[in-house]
């Protein structure tokens, strides 16, 4: 008999709904006089006037009925909570560190970890830097350079580890820069890049160029388990090993990771550090109690370590995995044969829109993901985010250059929306492709010191 959840045709949603939040209907005019309203960020929106809000799948997932359940037998206690040790054994049982350290969300724990390891001249390279890793080293006064493999900055390769780090530049970076680097950094997948996975391969590959270097090698966490997914279909030797053996194994390589548990735990807020270094998690716990709280709670509540430790068994669910991917793939597929111009092939968390590609009339510094994101709103409600040159061109000396790619993403929510809601996407793709080209840039009114794409202001260079 056909085995039809296995088959690659209509991959249902593996749940069922137990519980619905009414989305607010609004029209296009209604749209256009509140991003107006906004100076044109889509960060100042208000969520209510959204219909599908793809500007993060960070925090946003639904929580299952255990996870909801989990919240109930939360302890609160300041010190020693059972949750704690729920969440610590989790944790564990994935990534095997030898400490770990509950924070309020990703960077919480990349705040501590630069804190310790950054420091002017220092310099640290990854495949990409997210912004918030990037926005914490520059402000302890180093350096964060970008060293993934070239097919990473290709949007059309279909190179099947486009988030792998270049080896060879990663080992000259050390033996020019050695006694300045305080760790190598790796995120999977890579989200700046275009939430890319990372061979096992090259996981292993930059642990050995970091271990002959003598420099800890730290891992970006954030989305283990889409990686550990693409890793299962894509890798030689991989595709009948357990999801949770290949997370292991990532892990295995690295001398700690940073965690945000909005993403691959299911959980609305948190994150963790987790070192192997004694004396370097001794100095973590100190800067920890100063900016986050008791190292058994970490600036969270004990619910919210229930809740992910929970997420954690939940997220390595193959059947899940599966449909994750797909999801993505499946939009991506369909906007490829509408002759939109996405990052190829489509990553784990999102699909990426290259608009640079798309609005070739639109130079970098008049950022052409810009009016794309605006015009998704207004066309269809739909909430995106830039990820090119507003978020990435701006210099700590204040002058500004083209980002490597101007990439909108639309970023899926974990079990949230359904095949219709992403139908309906494609549809608004099918009236903003005839009217491309009708699409002008943007300036900066005004913009702040740094992380300037979630509060600046942004004006048409001409009128709509
Ligand atoms: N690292 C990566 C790769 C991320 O994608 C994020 C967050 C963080 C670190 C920081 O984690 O938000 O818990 O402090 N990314 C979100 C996003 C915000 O929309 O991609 P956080």
């Keep these: 008999m056909i085995d039809r959840v296995k088959r690659d045709r209509v991959i249902i949603e593996p749940f069922r709904i137990k519980a619905v939040e009414p989305i607010r209907m609004t029209t296009g005019e209604e749209?256009?006089?509140?991003?107006?309203?906004?100076?044109?960020?889509?960060?100042?929106?208000?969520?209510?006037?959204v219909l599908i809000d793809l500007l993060t799948d960070s925090g946003t997932s639904a929580m299952?009925?255990?996870?909801?359940?989990?919240?109930?037998?939360?302890?609160?206690?300041?010190?020693?909570?059972?949750?704690?040790?729920?969440?610590e054994a989790a944790v564990k049982d994935l990534m095997p560190f030898k400490h770990v350290l509950p924070t309020h969300q990703g960077r919480a724990a990349e705040a501590i970890l630069f804190s310790l390891l950054g420091g002017a001249g220092r310099k640290v390279p990854s495949n990409n830097h997210f912004d918030t890793t990037r926005g914490n080293i520059e402000a302890t006064g180093a350096a964060a350079h970008d060293l993934v493999i070239a097919e990473g900055l290709?949007?059309?390769?279909?190179?099947?580890?486009?988030?792998?780090?270049?080896?060879?530049?990663?080992?000259?970076?050390?033996?020019?820069?050695?006694?300045a680097v305080p760790c190598v950094m790796l995120t999977v997948t890579?989200?700046?890049?275009?939430?890319?996975?990372?061979s096992l391969a090259n996981i292993r590959g930059v642990a050995e160029i970091a271990r002959h270097h003598g420099r800890p090698f730290i891992i970006d966490g954030c989305r283990?388990?889409?990686?550990?997914?693409?890793?299962?279909?894509?890798?030689?030797?991989?595709g009948d090993r357990p999801v949770k053996d290949i997370v292991r194994?990532?892990?295995?390589?690295?001398?700690?990771?940073?965690?945000?548990?909005?993403?691959?735990?299911?959980?609305?807020?948190?994150?963790?550090?987790?070192?192997?270094?004694?004396?370097?998690?001794?100095?973590?716990?100190?800067?920890?109690?100063?900016?986050?709280g008791f190292p058994t709670y970490g600036g969270l509540a004990g619910r919210d370590l229930d809740a992910i430790a929970q997420g954690l068994r939940e997220i390595i669910d193959e059947n899940y995995l599966r449909y994750r991917l797909r999801t993505c793939a499946y939009i991506g597929e369909r906007l490829t044969a509408l002759g939109v111009p996405i990052v190829k092939p489509t990553g784990g968390h999102a699909v990426f829109l290259d608009a640079r590609?798309?609005?070739?009339?639109?130079?970098?510094?008049?950022?052409?993901?810009?009016?794309?994101?605006?015009?998704?709103y207004v066309e269809g409600g739909i909430r995106s985010c830039e990820i090119g040159t507003v978020m990435f061109g701006a210099r700590p000396d204040g002058s500004e250059a083209p980002a490597a790619m101007d990439l909108v993403r639309l970023a899926i929510p974990r079990r949230v929306y359904t095949q219709s809601h992403a139908d309906y996407v494609v549809e608004v793709f099918e009236d903003l492709v005839a009217d491309k080209n009708n699409l002008s840039g943007y300036r900066i009114h005004w913009q702040p010191a740094a992380m300037r794409h979630f509060t600046a202001k942004f004006r048409p260079l001409q009128a709509a």
């Design 190 to 198: 890579n989200n700046a890049g275009g939430g890319q996975p990372v």
């Design 31 to 49: 749209r256009a006089a509140l991003i107006e309203a906004a100076d044109f960020n889509l960060f100042a929106l208000k969520s209510d006037d």
């Design 154 to 179: 290709d949007s059309e390769s279909l190179h099947p580890f486009k988030g792998n780090m270049d080896l060879v530049r990663l080992e000259a970076f050390l033996t020019q820069h050695g006694a």
């Design 249 to 292: 194994d990532i892990f295995g390589e690295a001398d700690g990771m940073t965690m945000s548990a909005k993403k691959d735990a299911f959980a609305n807020i948190g994150g963790w550090l987790a070192l192997n270094d004694d004396a370097l998690a001794q100095a973590a716990r100190s800067r920890l109690i100063l900016t986050e």
């Design 64 to 87: 299952s009925a255990v996870q909801q359940a989990a919240l109930l037998s939360g302890d609160e206690s300041y010190a020693g909570s059972p949750s704690f040790f729920r969440f």
């Design 224 to 238: 283990f388990a889409e990686n550990a997914y693409f890793i299962k279909q894509r890798e030689a030797g991989q």
């Design 357 to 376: 590609r798309m609005l070739p009339h639109i130079p970098p510094l008049e950022y052409p993901g810009q009016p794309l994101a605006v015009a998704l």
